[in-house]
């Protein structure tokens, strides 16, 4: 039966992964719509074991030295660091690829 569900109960837009909450709990991928206030910002940080494919459905994002729009999307390989800033309102889609919980390491 199908239910419905809102972005708004999950942690940060993280909706599938090896967590709770969780819609799907899998170690395989993780999955996010992040929404962004114009200013935010994360430190800049790679992955170990995952790749990271983000989206941005809307708005502008700095990552790294690219600057992304609508429609962008930027593939983030094992041990690459970015950061990310919202140029604007920003909404992305992310995901990682296996589910690897703990696999944040902040850059030095």
Known sequence: MMKKFNLDQFV?????????????KTQDVEVAIQHFSKGDKEASHCHRIATEITVVISGKALMKDLVLNAGDIVKIEPGEYTGFEALEDTVTAVVKLPGALNDKYLEK
């Open 12 to 24: 940060r837009g993280w909706f599938v992964g090896g967590f709770e909450p969780s819609l799907y």
